[in-house]
């Protein structure tokens, strides 16, 4: 990677191809001082007198990724690791591409994830991870998938305002199924926390399912995980799945898409680009704690699962094939497999990583664009040209003006 230094204005230079959601130039520059993005722009407005040599033609500069939804990595899981281990899994992220990252749970019982709740809230209090997710325990057994149905319970108000609260504001999403028992209520504790509304691992019609989309209007909503955990779209049902691409469609909710080749197909997530467009779509890794490690079996809060050939499954004893279990993607796999085989534009994919996850967490003013003002949060790219001969992949990670090692 090419970079120029100056110590009079600027820490950082780079020139290169930059693409973002204000931006999108063949040969631009992004300058970085004191920890910000301090100018951006294309080459041929540089103030200075001597632009730096520009990267080659198949890497791109790129705001850092934003993953709201992704369970661990590296070895370590969010749910059912200590706080070093839950900031290694961060860290291992972070090394990939993904500049914030909400540490997402799962179901299990209350007081475990109180307690890693807590756990989690000073990592989040400290910038090690950008928030919590809650994914569940307020879900349907009946599209449980890789959620422990022992432990998947009745909506109750006192026992999420308890959650929520033991994060002490660091919570900043929680998925519900829509048919849960006092979903009303569940939505309402949300709101006075300032919590953003997911919907999934539902069995909901679309009537139920619509009603709840009305219900939670009133924040920004997400469709936890489009197309899984959910009823398959049918044509006589449509379900959640088609109450909340008609909702999107509207502009009341943003898709979150595994586009990693195995939650879904190539075509399935072209599709969903082509409907939506970036700015209602976030792409999430869904990753677990096996993400850049070897297949073998692993945990995903109380439950063992069996990674093989990359795809991690609910372990089975009985010969049958368990429920998928997350991810082994990290966010740029999903960013790079969304352009080369879903054929979605690089800006439009950009897009879907950065800037509509930023705005969905309320931090668009800081981080998920080229702007000058926000954080120096980058990622150089390799690949991005459809004739390079290499796959895309992240060449180097910066981080509050930084690079990452």
Known sequence: MTQHTMTRRFDHILRGRLVSASVCVDDGIVAVANGSIAWVGPVDQWPETTPPQALPSDQAIVPGLIDVHCHGGGGWGFPESDGPGCAAAADFHRR???????????????????????????????????????????????????????????????????????????????????????????????????????LGHSDASYSVAAESIARSAERPLLATHL??????????????????????????????????GVHLADGTVAMIFDLLGPHRITLISDAMVAT?????????????????????????????????????????????????????????????????????????????????????????LDGVDPSAAAPMSVRAVMNHGSWVD
């Open 96 to 198: 990939a591409g993904s500049t914030s990252v909400l540490a997402s749970l799962v179901s299990a019982p209350v007081a475990d994830i109180d307690r890693q709740i807590r756990e989690l809230a000073e990592l989040a209090e400290s910038g090690v991870i950008s928030g919590i997710h809650l994914e569940g325990p307020f879900l349907a057994v009946a599209r449980c998938g890789a959620q422990d149905p022992r432990h998947i319970i009745d909506g109750d108000p006192a026992i999420l305002d308890r959650l929520l609260s033991a994060g002490r504001g660091t919570v900043a999403a929680v998925t519900l199924a829509p048919e849960t028992a006092r979903f009303g209520e569940l939505v309402d504790v949300a709101r006075d926390h300032g919590v953003m509304v997911g």
């Open 227 to 260: 197309f899984n955990g959910m009823a398959p779209l049918h044509h006589r049902e449509p379900g959640l799945a088609g109450a909340c691409l008609a909702a999107a469609g509207r502009g009341e909710l943003v898709a979150e898409l595994i586009a990693d």
């Open 292 to 380: 850049g490690m070897a297949d073998g079996r692993y945990r995903l809060g109380p439950q063992d699962v069996d990674v093989v050939e990359g795809v991690a499954r609910l372990y089975a004893d009985d010969e049958q094939v368990g429920s998928l279990a997350g991810s082994t993607s990290t966010l740029a796999d999903v960013l790079a497999r969304t352009v080369t085989h879903a054929g979605v534009p690089l800006q439009a994919a950009v897009v879907a990583a950065t800037h509509t996850p930023a705005r969905l967490l309320g931090v668009d003013a800081g981080v998920g664009d080229l702007r000058a003002g926000m954080r120096a949060d980058l990622l150089v």
